[in-house]
C-alpha cells in the first residue's frame, strides 16, 4: 500500500513538473514573439527589452465582481490627450498570501470599434515599479470572453510596457489610477528598457 502511495506522489509531482515547464515554455514563446513583433522597439534595440524569468506564481485566479452602469471618467496620460474610461469590474486574488484587489477598465473609444469592442485594460503599478520596472506602471490586456463563471485569470509574466516607456512625448498612455497600486513586488513580466547594468 505504502509503494502504490509513494507511486501516485510521485506520478502527481512528475505531471505538475511537466505542467510548470509547459507553461514557462509557452511564456518563453510569448515573450519572443512580443519582441520579435514590437511596434515600437526595433532592430538590434529588442536586445534592450527585458522580462522577468517565466514564474508560475504571479499566474493567479481572481474573483471578477461586476460594476453596473459605471460612470465614464477621465485617466490622465504621459501626453496632453486624456482618455476616457469607466470601471468595468473589481478583480479580487490573493498573491504572495495577500489578498489585493485592481479595476478593471473599459475604453470608450475601444467600445466604437468591432475589432477591440471586448477588450479590457488592467494598469498597475508595484512595489517594482521605479526600481526594476517602469516607472509610470505597467499594463495587462484581457478581453470580456475570458470573463467566465465570475472568475478572471490574470498572468503578470505577460505584464507589458506602454509605448511612452521607449519613446517620451509621442504617446498618450494612460497612467495607472492610484487604486491599481499593489503594496507587493510584481516580478513577473517586462522590466525597464534599456541597458541593464
Not at 19 to 27: F, G, L, P, R
Not at 41 to 69: C, M
Not at 181 to 187: C, M, V
Amino acid at each position: 500500500m505504502k509503494k502504490n502511495y509513494f507511486l501516485l506522489i510521485f506520478a502527481f509531482s512528475l505531471t505538475e513538473l511537466n505542467a510548470q515547464s509547459s507553461y514557462k515554455d509557452s511564456i518563453t514563446t510569448f515573450v519572443k514573439s512580443y519582441v520579435s513583433q514590437h511596434e515600437v522597439v526595433k532592430g538590434n534595440d529588442r536586445k534592450y527589452l527585458h522580462f522577468y524569468s517565466p514564474d508560475p506564481r504571479y499566474r493567479v485566479t481572481a474573483r471578477f465582481e461586476k460594476k453596473e452602469n459605471g460612470s465614464w471618467f477621465q485617466i490622465p496620460t504621459s501626453g496632453k490627450i486624456k482618455k476616457t474610461y469607466r470601471v468595468f469590474g473589481v478583480l479580487h486574488f490573493t498573491i504572495h498570501d495577500t489578498l489585493v484587489h485592481l479595476n478593471l477598465y473599459q475604453s470608450q473609444d475601444l467600445m466604437q470599434n468591432d475589432q477591440y469592442k471586448n477588450y479590457l485594460f488592467l494598469p498597475f503599478t508595484d512595489l517594482t515599479t521605479g526600481v526594476e520596472t517602469y516607472e509610470s506602471g505597467r499594463y495587462i490586456d484581457l478581453t470580456t470572453e475570458e470573463i467566465k463563471n465570475n472568475q478572471v485569470i490574470i498572468d503578470f509574466n505577460k505584464a507589458y510596457n506602454p509605448y511612452c516607456a521607449y519613446v517620451s512625448g509621442v504617446y498618450n498612455c494612460p497612467v495607472p489610477p492610484r487604486e491599481n497600486h499593489l503594496n507587493i513586488a510584481i516580478k513577473a513580466g517586462e522590466k525597464k528598457y534599456g541597458k541593464m547594468h
